[in-house]
């Protein structure tokens, strides 16, 4: 019985030992596979050091780094100001020659120069610190030049001291605010007439898309995008008017809000009933404040409001609308939140527009005319007779600045340093002349008309604040 009971016991565990021998083995030969894997990954990745090396020793060439002591380019007028210039040389030959330097005003003045003797061998570096006396409010340029035996070029900088202290003349008409009290009047009479429709190809089981109608002032028709959430009942409403040119789309990034971008007249889909190309659209009407484009314009966006407002239905939490805009839609989100109170919170990038006087005299110094002033001064040029005095008669009821003290929700405002298009001294003019208290901004050092990531995200958590959304 013994010996029987020891062949059974034979018989029922040699599979188990097979088994476990085909799991050793199918192990060990993992491990191979999983060694052989991670020879080729070394092996390749030594391979790209070699080429980044190979690279780096063929490619010839001075590398320049330039930063501010502050990381955000702004200082206090009680303050110095530092920057350090740091530069590597890759060249085989031995680089000769001197680094200058200097500050000017935003328009062109100059307030200090200085340079530094060069003299770099192969993959050496150095170290350069400039030190910048006390300056008064406003923003400077820092300008960076290095000429060396093989190497020719100027790195471009912005700093900008207590820009919280800079200050602008208003000028605004007498009546603003009877002009555009009548212009709400106006609008009043023209029906809406809203029409919603589902745009299924666009939607997907997250989110429904919807086109969306409506007659605005002058009886012209203008259209958006809608896209709402399908899990929730009741959401905030991310509001977003455009950019010069920039056609909309639907958002279908908003995960917490009801996106809601609008085309107003002109632009994107809204473009049947008037046709204007982007360089005579900043132009058209301009020589009549009644027929100026942007009265239209901002009209519109006071009309995508009262569909808002209109549609509860639809899931929108009235009291939470936020409205957002770059650029031109800078420029149309202040006067949005300027005549109509039904806007909580206004974040707004580069806006466009802002104290267009002093824009004016900042780019009169630019070397090369650049938007929006380009098509201005085109626009002048080619109209004998009119005159700068023409210009401002008209445009003075729609600068950002004039509509600035009317503000009263809370704002965010971020601008780059290097903006040609919006002098960041005119940005932070029209910023200080808004009637919230509860108001910030942010400074992007190396970014030109745009901001970063860095900034949205920010964004994106002072909203969560001030809707209280959690």
Same mark, same amino acid.
């Given at each position: 019985?013994?010996?029987?009971?020891?062949?059974?016991?034979?018989?029922?565990t040699?599979?188990?030992?097979?088994?476990?021998?085909?799991?050793?083995?199918?192990?060990?030969?993992?491990?191979?596979? =999983? #060694?052989?894997?991670? @020879?080729?990954?070394?092996?390749?990745?030594? !391979? %790209?050091?070699? $080429?980044?090396?190979?690279?780096?020793?063929?490619?010839?060439?001075?590398?320049?780094?330039?930063?501010?002591?502050?990381?955000?380019?702004?200082?206090?007028?009680? =303050? #110095?100001?530092?920057? @350090?210039?740091?530069?590597?040389?890759?060249? !085989? %030959?031995?680089? $000769?020659?001197?680094?200058?330097y200097?500050?000017?005003?935003?328009?062109?003045?100059?307030?200090?120069?200085?340079?530094?003797?060069?003299?770099?061998?192969?993959?050496?570096?150095?170290?350069?610190?400039?030190?910048?006396p006390?300056?008064?409010?406003?923003?400077?340029?820092?300008?960076?030049?290095?000429?060396?035996?093989?190497?020719d070029?100027?790195?471009?900088?912005?700093?900008?001291?207590?820009?919280?202290?800079?200050?602008?003349?208003?000028?605004?008409?007498?009546?603003?605010?009877?002009?555009?009290?009548?212009t709400?009047?106006?609008?009043?009479?023209?029906?809406?007439?809203?029409?919603?429709?589902?745009?299924?190809?666009?939607?997907?089981?997250?989110?429904?898309?919807?086109?969306?109608?409506?007659?605005?002032?002058?009886?012209?028709?203008?259209?958006?995008?809608?896209?709402?959430?399908?899990?929730?009942?009741?959401?905030?409403?991310?509001?977003?008017?455009?950019?010069?040119?920039?056609?909309?789309?639907?958002?279908?990034?908003?995960?917490?809000?009801?996106?809601?971008?609008?085309?107003?007249?002109?632009?994107?889909i809204?473009r049947?009933?008037?046709?204007?190309?982007?360089?005579?659209?900043?132009?058209?009407?301009?020589?009549?404040?009644?027929?100026?484009?942007?009265?239209?314009?901002?009209?519109?966006?006071?009309?995508?409001?009262?569909?808002?407002?209109?549609?509860?239905?639809?899931?929108?939490?009235?009291g939470?609308?936020?409205?957002?805009?770059?650029?031109?839609?800078?420029?149309?989100?202040?006067?949005?939140?300027?005549l109509?109170?039904?806007?909580?919170?206004?974040?707004?990038?580069?806006?466009?527009?802002?104290?267009?006087?002093?824009?004016?005299?900042?780019?009169?110094?630019?070397?090369?005319?650049v938007?929006?002033?380009?098509m201005?001064?085109?626009?002048?040029?080619?109209?004998?007779?009119?005159?700068?005095?023409?210009?401002?008669?008209?445009?003075?009821?729609?600068?950002?600045?004039?509509?600035?003290?009317?503000?009263?929700?809370?704002?965010?405002?971020?601008?780059?340093?290097?903006?040609?298009?919006?002098?960041?001294?005119?940005?932070?003019?029209?910023?200080?002349?808004?009637?919230?208290?509860?108001?910030?901004?942010?400074?992007?050092?190396?970014?030109?008309?745009?901001?970063?990531?860095?900034?949205?995200?920010?964004q994106?958590?002072?909203?969560?604040?001030?809707?209280?959304?959690?």
């Open positions: 019985m013994l010996k029987n009971y020891k062949k059974l016991l034979i018989i029922l040699t599979p188990l030992l097979l088994a476990g021998s085909y799991t050793a083995m199918a192990q060990i030969v993992n491990a191979k596979k =999983e #060694t052989g894997a991670a @020879k080729k990954e070394a092996a390749a990745a030594k !391979k %790209e050091k070699e $080429e980044a090396k190979k690279k780096e020793e063929t490619n010839e060439e001075l590398i320049p780094e330039v930063n501010p002591s502050h990381k955000d380019g702004l200082y206090e007028d009680d =303050e #110095t100001i530092n920057y @350090k210039i740091k530069l590597k040389s890759t060249y !085989k %030959e031995t680089q $000769e020659g001197r680094l200058s200097d500050v000017l005003t935003d328009d062109n003045r100059t307030v200090l120069t200085g340079h530094f003797p060069l003299k770099l061998k192969y993959k050496d570096g150095d170290t350069y610190s400039v030190t910048i006390r300056q008064r409010p406003g923003f400077f340029h820092f300008n960076v030049r290095i000429n060396t035996t093989s190497y070029d100027t790195i471009k900088s912005v700093f900008g001291v207590s820009p919280l202290k800079l200050t602008s003349t208003l000028h605004r008409p007498a009546d603003f605010d009877e002009f555009w009290r009548e709400l009047k106006e609008l009043k009479k023209v029906p809406p007439d809203f029409k919603v429709t589902i745009d299924k190809k666009q939607s997907s089981k997250d989110k429904k898309v919807y086109l969306v109608e409506m007659r605005s002032y002058d009886d012209v028709t203008i259209r958006g995008w809608l896209v709402i959430p399908t899990f929730g009942h009741r959401f905030p409403v991310h509001y977003r008017v455009p950019g010069y040119g920039v056609p909309m789309h639907p958002n279908m990034d908003a995960d917490d809000f009801i996106a809601f971008d609008i085309d107003v007249r002109g632009n994107g809204s049947d009933q008037i046709k204007l190309n982007t360089d005579i659209y900043s132009t058209t009407g301009i020589e009549d404040r009644d027929r100026y484009i942007y009265r239209g314009a901002i009209m519109d966006c006071i009309r995508g409001m009262d569909f808002l407002y209109s549609h509860y239905n639809l899931g929108v939490d009235t939470s609308i936020y409205v957002e805009g770059g650029s031109q839609g800078g420029a149309l989100g202040i006067a949005t939140a300027a109509d109170k039904r806007v909580k919170v206004l974040t707004v990038q580069v806006p466009l527009y802002s104290d267009i006087r002093d824009t004016y005299d900042i780019s009169a110094t630019y070397t090369e005319q938007f929006p002033f380009k201005f001064r085109k626009y002048y040029d080619t109209h004998p007779g009119y005159t700068w005095d023409d210009f401002y008669k008209v445009f003075d009821y729609y600068d950002p600045q004039n509509f600035a003290p009317k503000v009263h929700c809370p704002v965010l405002m971020g601008i780059g340093l290097l903006d040609l298009f919006c002098p960041p001294r005119s940005s932070m003019c029209m910023f200080n002349h808004l009637g919230t208290k509860n108001k910030e901004f942010i400074t992007v050092a190396n970014s030109t008309h745009e901001v970063n990531f860095n900034y949205f995200m920010f994106n958590n002072w909203l969560r604040e001030q809707l209280r959304i959690p």
